[in-house]
Structure formats: structure tokens, C-alpha cells
């Protein structure tokens, strides 16, 4: 399976190239203009991952099948290793690449989340989106009418709202949405079993939003387990997506890494 991606910046550059992986409901677009400020200095891919975005819809949502993508990813585009910035699930299917193939991983920064599992469920938000019959809908205002109950928080509608796309004429959701929902408890979870003797030497950037309840001290031992060369650093005045609250902050702190 070839995972879809977007390329910035010129080829041959001596830096390290860097390969930029979304959370759940998101895409590669949503990395864009990150994605384009971070490629003064290097080559930077963005990937939309399986049954997200214009990847293809497939029957297994593991993190061991993402990494894996992400692994079939950079073999196909000629990379034979790379710096890799995840966020949410995706810093979820990064931290596992790492751990599964390090020789692929140059170096690891992961956005708000930790290796460990979550009681936060999306359940509701996927079941809401379900419960729209696309059919009958044709204009977006109206989908998104539909959603202010099971989603009532703008900011978070307005992501979500991002995923629909038109189709022949119609409206549908570019979501694999009964895929998602069957493994939501692999997604908000971690393969600690598959991963548990591995562990990763290279450098790990471990940032987080202040406001933020994904990354709590507790995890500094488990993260530190997997990742002994890792740093938590806080981002002031951000929640879970930092890329949106503070995105100038966020661009200093990976630019650092990176460098």
C-alpha cells in the first residue's frame, strides 16, 4: 500500500530530510505551511496515513501496520533514513517506527502524546459523523448543521469538517470511518507487547501543550523506558494541537531539534 504524500524544498541538500506525520482526522494538508517553513534548509515530506486523507482505505488501523507504511514510504521515496515529527496518533505510529526500525530514524519529535494508552475515545465524534446520511446533504453548511449535536465544540467541528470532500457530484467523508471505529481501542492504546524489549537511542523531542491533559508526569518513566536520550519540553499556553495555538513557538522548538 503507497501512502499519499506532498514533497517541499529542493533535492540535495546535506540536512537530513524530514518526514511529517498527522493525528487522528487529520492529513497532510493540515501540515503544510509548517511543512514549507521547515523545508528552507531540507527535503520534507507530509503523508496522509492509511484510511486518512488521499491514502488508501484499508482493514487494519495497528500501529504496526502504520509503521510499516511509513517504513514502505520512505523505501519508495529513496530515503534511507529520516528525521520524523508525529503528532497525536501519528507521534504514536512514529514512536513505533522508531522502536520497530530505528536504523530508518534519524531522530524523533513527538507532539502531545505519550507511549501509553488513553481513555480519551473519539467514539462519539465518529458516531456523529456516522449518523449523517451524505445523500441527503448538498452543501457543507448543512453537514455541518447536522454535526453541532454530537460535536458542539466550533473548533474541533471545524476540524473535523475538513474531511469532507466531494465525489461525483456528492458530498462523502474521505474517512474510512467503520475502520476507524472498530480499532479505536488500538488507536487511543499502545503496542507495549510488540514493543516492549525495544528501544530507541536517537535524540526525542517529547513536546507538549501546557494545557494539554495528554502528557502528564507519569509518563516521564515509560518515555524514558523506550527513549532513554529524550527531552519534555512545554509549550506555554497550548493545548493537545500546538501546531494551531502556537505555530511560531512550535517552528523554533523543531527547527532546534532538527539542528
Not at 511543512?35 to 504496526?64: C, F, Q, W
Not at 456528492?170 to 476507524?180: D, K
Not at 528501544?199 to 495528554?214: L, Q, R
Request: with cysteine.
Amino acid at each position: 500500500m503507497a501512502l499519499y504524500f506532498q514533497e517541499f524544498g529542493e533535492a540535495g541538500s546535506p540536512s537530513a530530510p524530514l518526514v511529517i506525520v498527522h493525528g487522528l482526522f487529520g492529513s497532510s494538508v493540515n501540515w503544510r505551511a509548517m511543512a514549507r517553513k521547515l523545508a528552507d534548509k531540507r527535503k520534507v515530506y507530509t503523508v496522509d496515513m492509511r484510511n486518512h486523507g488521499k491514502s488508501p482505505h484499508m482493514d487494519i488501523m495497528s500501529y504496526e501496520a502504520m509503521a510499516m507504511d511509513l517504513v514502505r514510504f520512505m523505501d519508495s521515496a529513496g530515503l534511507k533514513q529520516a528525521d520524523i515529527i508525529g503528532h497525536s496518533m501519528g507521534g504514536k505510529a512514529a514512536m513505533v517506527t522508531a522502536l520497530l526500525y530505528s536504523e530508518h530514524v534519524k531522530s524523533l519529535a513527538v507532539l502531545d502524546i505519550a507511549p501509553v494508552t488513553y481513555t480519551h475515545s473519539y467514539t462519539e465524534i465518529l458516531n456523529a459523523m456516522l449518523a449523517i446520511d451524505m445523500a441527503k446533504c448538498s452543501l457543507r453548511s448543512e453537514v455541518e448543521a447536522k454535526l453541532k449535536h454530537g460535536i458542539p465544540d466550533d473548533s474541533t467541528r471545524l476540524f473535523i469538517m475538513q474531511n469532507v470532500v466531494t465525489g461525483g457530484g456528492e458530498l462523502a467523508w474521505r474517512l474510512n470511518l467503520p475502520v476507524l471505529i472498530e480499532y479505536m481501542e488500538d488507536i487511543i492504546g499502545f503496542p507495549a507487547e510488540l514493543v516492549e524489549a525495544r528501544h530507541y537511542e536517537g535524540k526525542v523531542a517529547m513536546i507538549y501543550g501546557e494545557n494539554s491533559d495528554y502528557i502528564k508526569a507519569s509518563a516521564g518513566p515509560v518515555v524514558r523506558h523506550y527513549f532513554p536520550n529524550s527531552e519534555f519540553i512545554s509549550v506555554d499556553d497550548a493545548g493537545h494541537w500546538i501546531q494551531a495555538d502556537k505555530p511560531e513557538i512550535l517552528l523554533e522548538l523543531l527547527q532546534s531539534h532538527l539542528n
